[in-house]
């Protein structure tokens, strides 16, 4: 057993097919490496969860962490009964759109593991955060955890082997959280009913979705026309307005982006409320951007940028 081993993982940002993901249709999802979860394990007396959400031990973990709670529970019933400290240290936002459930979990998993010096395969990562991920979220399509246990760009499609994106180009996005909790839970459930009660209108709506989903990567592999994607983002957004699931917070950073200079701009993740993200030009555009919508009161910005190094 180790003295102290740690767990990192990254948050992740859907660049298009949000909801369409959950009846089948692409998404485009990238981990978000501005913003991670570092998990420390230690030996402790009896075991004790410690974070900026909760303090305390297992037992009295609220239920919005009651996946993580369940895995822990097992992962430390299979690998050891020692009790331990787990102490969870994260910069991504939670309940923003940037999978910080699935995050949390893999990076405690990952400490776990290694605390117990057990090998961890992605197979098996992958199927303790989607688990995790179920009592969470419902019925989640598993784009998050697959985005955050590949740590790549996936485009991914339900039921379907993963592949994996190379970006050809640089791309340039400002992201911003409007400081107000995501509903992804609620907004899921209410776009089935939506599609049930009302199928004709609807559906067709996720089928454009994966379209622009299909077009946007088709410009990413090969040559990025920001304008092009940005007018293909900014049409997604409008489908997703019409499903219900924006909201006032978002669609005034969205304008505040598109005022500016920005290509395109959207909601990432569940939406009402959580994070946008914009694409621009270039890191000029990128600043331009990130003060409107500092100004605009987000609660928080980034500029990022996709097709660097390992991307
Ligand atoms: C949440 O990050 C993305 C949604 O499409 C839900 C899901 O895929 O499970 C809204």
């Given at each position: 057993m180790a003295a102290l081993a740690t767990g990192i993982a990254t948050a992740k940002l859907i660049l298009c097919g949000e909801h369409a993901v959950v009846y089948g249709e692409p998404a485009i999802s990238v981990p978000f490496n501005q913003a991670i979860v570092k998990t420390d394990v230690t030996e402790a007396a009896e075991t004790s969860f410690s974070s900026a959400f909760f303090e305390g031990s297992l037992d009295e973990m609220p239920t919005f962490l009651a996946g993580i709670k369940e895995i822990t529970e097992l992962i430390l019933k299979k690998l050891g009964s020692q009790s331990v400290k787990i102490e969870v240290m994260s910069?991504?936002?939670?309940?923003?759109?940037?999978?910080s459930s699935a995050a949390v979990a893999a990076s405690i998993i990952r400490g776990l593991y290694a605390y117990f010096e057990e090998p961890l395969s992605e197979k098996v990562l992958l199927d303790w955060v989607n688990q995790s991920e179920k009592i969470a979220?419902?019925?989640?399509?598993g784009v998050d955890a697959v985005t955050v246990v590949t740590g790549k760009p996936v485009w991914f499609e339900k039921n379907k082997s993963l592949e994996l994106i190379h970006f050809n180009q640089k791309a340039h996005f400002v992201v911003a959280d409007t400081g107000i909790p995501s509903e992804t839970r609620s907004a899921v459930f209410d776009v089935g009913n939506l599609l049930q009660e009302n199928p004709q209108l609807y559906q067709p709506m996720i089928v454009k979705l994966g379209n622009i989903s299909r077009e946007i990567k088709k410009y990413f592999e090969t040559d990025l026309d920001v304008v092009q994607v940005g007018l293909l983002m900014t049409e997604a957004q409008g489908l997703l307005e019409k499903l219900t699931v924006s909201d006032a917070s978002l669609e005034k950073l969205i304008l505040a982006a598109l005022k500016n200079g920005a290509a395109g701009a959207k909601l990432t993740g569940?939406?009402?409320?959580g994070c946008m993200i914009s694409l621009v030009k270039n890191q000029e555009n990128a600043r331009k951007v990130a003060d409107a919508l500092q100004q605009e009161g987000a609660a928080r910005v980034w500029i990022f940028t996709i097709g660097e190094d390992n991307q």
């Open positions: 910069d991504v936002p939670i309940g923003r759109g940037l999978g979220h419902g019925k989640p399509s569940g939406g009402r409320g």
